[in-house]
């Protein structure tokens, strides 16, 4: 089974700030790794997917990059409806793990 | 549009079996696989197993081998989720969700609002 690491766990940041989130597989997954943003109390909802690829309606702040095992997720001028939990999730073959989320705080 | 939504709260006892419903509207039924994914209190997420709602094949966590039964309804675009055996550890939300693939690669892109699943005796 592959291995999903996050880091950081969590992360305390202000408006305006610009966040780097990492992830990491424990083999290579090409590109197949997603990002889900996950608001307290609610479900997850997907930001990117195929490590790079914007799902629809996702404020263009957001990006991804990285293949292989490494992979990253960043955020530009951090909006107050931004913190909250992020997940990566390989699809590259099952079982779909996830990693264990970075929460990020204000 | 694409809606995912599931059966209420339940209250079981160690040892019982809980059975979760995902009804989806807004897409073919028929076109996309969907997965459950579960999270225990203050915890992550943690993939439970998926079905192809065609053929009704299904693929399951390890962890969750003999354990878990995912079933569909395609008459009523329902899928289901039976969970057997259950201990304390087994308290979490239960969510479906929708694997939508676009050139081979496959991701979440819609979720059912949550089950939440309490043990206690």
């Known amino acids: 089974d592959i291995q999903m690491t996050q880091s950081p766990l969590s992360l305390s940041a202000s408006v305006g700030d610009r966040v780097t989130f990492t992830c990491r597989a424990s083999?290579?997954?090409?590109?197949?790794l997603n990002w889900y943003q996950q608001r307290p109390g609610k479900a997850p909802t997907l930001l990117i997917y195929?490590?790079?690829s914007m799902q629809s309606g996702v404020p263009s702040r957001f990006s991804g990059s990285g293949s292989g095992t490494d992979f990253t997720l960043t955020i530009n001028s951090l909006q107050p409806e931004d913190f909250a939990t992020y997940y990566c999730?390989?699809?590259?073959?099952?079982?779909?793990?996830f990693g264990p989320g970075t929460r990020l705080d204000i | 549009q694409v809606q995912l939504v599931q059966s209420g709260a339940e209250v079981k006892k160690p040892g019982a079996s809980v059975k979760v419903s995902c009804k989806a509207s807004?897409?073919?039924?028929?076109?996309?696989?969907i997965h459950w994914v579960r999270q225990a209190p203050g915890q992550g997420l943690e993939w439970m197993g998926s079905?192809?709602?065609?053929?009704?094949?299904?693929?399951?966590a390890q962890k969750f081998q003999g354990r878990v039964a995912m079933t569909r309804d395609t008459s009523t675009s329902t899928v289901y989720m039976e969970l057997k055996s259950l201990t304390s550890k087994d308290t979490a939300v239960y969510y479906c969700?929708?694997?939508f693939g676009a050139g081979g690669f496959y991701y979440f892109d819609s979720w059912g609002q949550g089950t939440l699943v309490t043990v206690s005796s």
């Open positions: 079905i192809n709602p065609t053929g009704g094949y299904t693929d399951d």
């Open positions: 083999q290579t997954i090409s590109s197949y």
């Open positions: 969700a929708r694997d």
């Open positions: 999730q390989q699809s590259y073959s099952s079982p779909h793990s």
């Open positions: 195929a490590a790079s």
């Open positions: 807004g897409y073919t039924f028929t076109s996309y696989s």
